[in-house]
């Protein structure tokens, strides 16, 4: 199993920047890729961004594209978004998810964090 602890969110106003992270703990991260997904009020959860195990392949939703940078750092099991020219649009809690396979459907991973709060004022 691994656990998913996610931080960074917070209150910016639009155009603003924020940095979440996702720290692992237990398997090897390195197994798994891992995804961002965000869920606004009253609304479906939805994929944000992936990374795969290697770090080498990197996938956005087409909101957040140009935007938002997805990286991973393997010493130290962590998982990045950057999050550039947020808009008030962005705002939602936002989650980390792993899974040995990289995919945008939310109920196809088995390890999820507890989610992190993002709210962008305009």
């Known amino acids: 199993q691994v656990q998913l602890v996610e931080s960074g969110g917070g209150l910016v106003q639009a155009g603003g920047s924020l940095r979440l992270s996702c720290a692992a703990s237990?398997?090897?991260?390195?197994?798994?890729?891992v995804a961002w997904f965000r869920q606004a009020p009253g609304k479906e959860r939805e994929f944000v961004s992936a990374?795969?195990?290697?770090?080498?392949?990197?996938y956005y939703a087409d909101s957040v594209k140009g935007r938002f940078t997805i990286s991973r750092d393997s010493a130290k099991n962590t998982v990045y978004l950057q999050m550039n020219s947020l808009k008030p649009e962005d705002t939602a809690v936002y989650y980390c998810?792993?899974?040995?396979?990289?995919?945008?459907?939310?109920?196809?991973?088995?390890?999820w964090g507890q989610g992190t709060q993002v709210t962008v004022s305009s």
């Open positions: 998810a792993a899974d040995p396979f990289l995919q945008t459907i939310p109920d196809n991973y088995d390890y």
């Open positions: 237990g398997r090897s991260f390195s197994d798994y890729a």
């Open positions: 990374i795969n195990r290697g770090g080498g392949g990197k």
